[in-house]
């Protein structure tokens, strides 16, 4: 039997939803996204569960694309893509809580996911960003949750300058909500808050959670599919390709 | 009044008016636009003061005998803000020292703002009479919709710690030489970048939070200009002026009795 690339793992009200391939530090390949889509699926058809924590198994959170597989092959880094925003859409539309905890690195479209979350929790020396530009990439599909979650003054710079930032910074610039010291606080932290947020009544939660969906246009389908599109093409282009491979080595 | 100097991809467009603190006139911003706009081979542009104040904003003794100068002025600075926001290059601002009203617009249209902490920001211009709404769109973008409407409604001035935390400015620096030292080794590290990617994700930042879309921009200005020449800034400026002939008039009395 093949390890699964993503788990879930119900205790009512409570689930934890972990990207399983702590190997390549949970890079988003199109079988792990397949994965975590088919267990978000499961999720949603679970009205006995009020909140959904997102974690990586291992050290890092999430490495971002696992871009390797489809450097050379533009139709299946588009699907990558497409992948990816149709995960993050299936996220946001949970009827749960969602929370992200970032355990460790969380990149590009790792820190993608714990964007889309609905609260994001990490550790002071996690490494959280979005270094699409410094690799010729362009986030376009992160791009309209980043601009949500923070505003858009703030993704504009935390986009246009790249690099990577402490999860200290991370909450400072509202990328995380909630920052504790050190990593071994961290699962402790989670599990009291995740346990404090079941209490909520889940009919109002779910209530208020599709109201903020609904207003700040986080169903918009159109918006990641055309951030996949450009994301793709960008991908392609001559720098891009030199960039990652010399960073693949 | 606009001073351009162009090293490899970057290009830095200084304000040099420092004797009126880099306040705006209707040329000044025509010689601002036109420096955005023929910025063909920059990737990075740097906006920066000469002297320790960024911009005082308007120059309204410009509008004391010409008419057309403050419809020029509101115009030259909706189509500065535009210009740069659709500017392929990445537009940065070294900002220190103050940022009033049409100089805190300009930093609206910037991509990212580096400050001092004891800078100034507002816009108390509705105390003249003169709405700032040319600069809402993209302050409410800069900073969310209720501190957009805080300060364009309020008088009051912030500084640029508040302004930082507000996400008006990105970066403090302690000195106006630091910030513009922030400000180019930041377009050094831009420039590094892969061109491509760098450009297409300013323009999908654009498309994502509707900077240009529509027609915002323009029904901004035309609220600013519908006020120009009415009873109430008419009043308000003429005041303005009558003050400033008292002012003269007893600085030229103090210097008489000197003698």
């Keep these: 039997m093949t390890t699964p690339l993503a788990t879930l793992d119900i205790q009512a009200p409570i689930a934890t939803l972990s990207l399983n391939r702590p190997d390549a530090r949970n890079a988003l390949s199109t079988p792990m996204l397949a994965e975590l889509r088919a267990r978000v699926d499961e999720l949603q058809a679970r009205p006995d569960v009020t909140v959904a924590v997102i974690?990586?198994?291992?050290?890092?959170?999430?490495?971002?694309?696992?871009?390797?597989?489809?450097?050379?092959?533009?139709?299946?880094?588009?699907?990558?893509?497409?992948?990816?925003?149709?995960?993050?859409?299936?996220?946001?539309?949970?009827?749960?809580?969602?929370?992200?905890?970032?355990?460790g690195a969380a990149i590009g479209g790792g820190c993608g996911l714990a964007t889309v979350a609905d609260l994001c929790v990490t550790h002071a020396d996690s490494k959280m960003g979005f270094p699409e530009v410094d690799l010729g990439v362009c986030p376009a599909v992160v791009a309209p949750w980043?601009?949500?979650?923070?505003?858009?003054?703030?993704?504009?710079?935390v986009l246009l300058r790249g690099g990577l930032m402490s999860g200290t910074q991370a909450q400072?610039?509202?990328?995380?909500?909630?920052?504790?010291?050190?990593?071994?606080?961290?699962?402790?932290?989670?599990?009291?808050?995740?346990?404090?947020?079941?209490?909520?009544?889940?009919?109002?939660?779910?209530?208020?959670?599709?109201?903020?969906?609904?207003?700040?246009?986080?169903l918009d389908r159109e918006i990641v599919r055309r951030g996949a599109q450009l994301s793709a093409s960008v991908l392609a282009t001559p720098e891009a390709q030199q960039r990652l491979r010399a960073k693949m080595g | 009044m606009i001073r351009v100097e162009d090293v490899g991809a970057v290009r830095t467009i200084r304000l040099d008016r420092s004797e009126k603190r880099n306040a705006l006139t209707p040329r000044m911003l025509d010689e601002f636009v036109a420096a955005i706009k023929t910025s063909t081979h920059a990737r990075v542009i740097v906006i920066e003061p000469v002297g320790p104040v960024f911009c005082a904003g308007f120059d309204l003794s410009e509008c004391r005998d010409d008419a057309g100068a403050l419809p020029s002025l509101l115009t030259g600075l909706a189509w500065a803000t535009a210009t740069m926001r659709a500017s392929p290059a990445i537009v940065i601002a070294a900002a220190p020292g103050a940022a009033i009203a049409g100089g805190c617009a300009i930093l609206c249209g910037c991509d990212l703002v580096i400050s001092t902490p004891d800078s100034?920001?507002?816009?108390?211009?509705?105390?003249?009479?003169?709405?700032?709404?040319?600069?809402?769109?993209?302050?409410?973008?800069?900073?969310?919709?209720?501190?957009?409407?805080?300060?364009?409604?309020?008088?009051?001035?912030?500084?640029?710690?508040?302004?930082h935390h507000l996400g008006l400015v990105h970066e403090l620096c302690d000195t106006p030489e630091a910030c513009a030292a922030r400000a180019h080794e930041l377009a050094a590290t831009l420039i590094d970048k892969p061109s491509t990617g760098l450009a297409a994700t300013k323009s999908w930042l654009n498309e994502v939070d509707g900077s240009l879309a529509g027609n915002t921009i323009r029904l901004a200005l035309e609220t600013s200009l519908s006020l120009v020449g009415g009873e109430e800034q008419n009043e308000r400026l003429a005041e303005?002026?009558?003050?400033?002939?008292?002012?003269?008039?007893?600085?030229?009395?103090?210097?008489?009795?000197?003698k």
């Excluded at chain 1, 990586?56 to 925003?85: I, R, T, W």
């Excluded at chain 2, 008039?249 to 000197?258: F, I, P, S, V, Y």
Aim: proline share 4%; hydrophobic share 45%; net charge positive.
């Design chain 2, 240 to 258: 303005v002026w009558s003050q400033k002939r008292d002012s003269e008039a007893a600085k030229q009395r103090d210097r008489e009795e000197k």
């Design chain 2, 120 to 163: 100034k920001f507002g816009y108390p211009v509705v105390k003249l009479g003169i709405s700032p709404a040319v600069s809402a769109p993209l302050l409410s973008l800069a900073v969310g919709d209720g501190a957009a409407r805080a300060r364009m409604l309020s008088t009051d001035l912030i500084d640029g710690q508040a302004a």
């Design chain 1, 146 to 157: 980043l601009v949500r979650k923070i505003g858009a003054g703030r993704a504009r710079a």
């Design chain 1, 172 to 218: 400072a610039i509202g990328i995380a909500d909630h920052v504790v010291p050190t990593l071994a606080e961290l699962d402790g932290f989670v599990a009291a808050m995740a346990q404090r947020l079941s209490a909520g009544g889940p009919e109002a939660l779910r209530a208020t959670k599709s109201l903020l969906n609904t207003i700040d246009g986080s």
């Design chain 1, 55 to 103: 974690t990586g198994a291992g050290k890092a959170f999430c490495a971002g694309m696992d871009l390797k597989a489809v450097l050379d092959n533009n139709e299946l880094a588009h699907q990558l893509l497409v992948s990816l925003a149709d995960l993050t859409l299936a996220i946001r539309a949970l009827p749960q809580v969602t929370l992200a905890k970032v355990n």
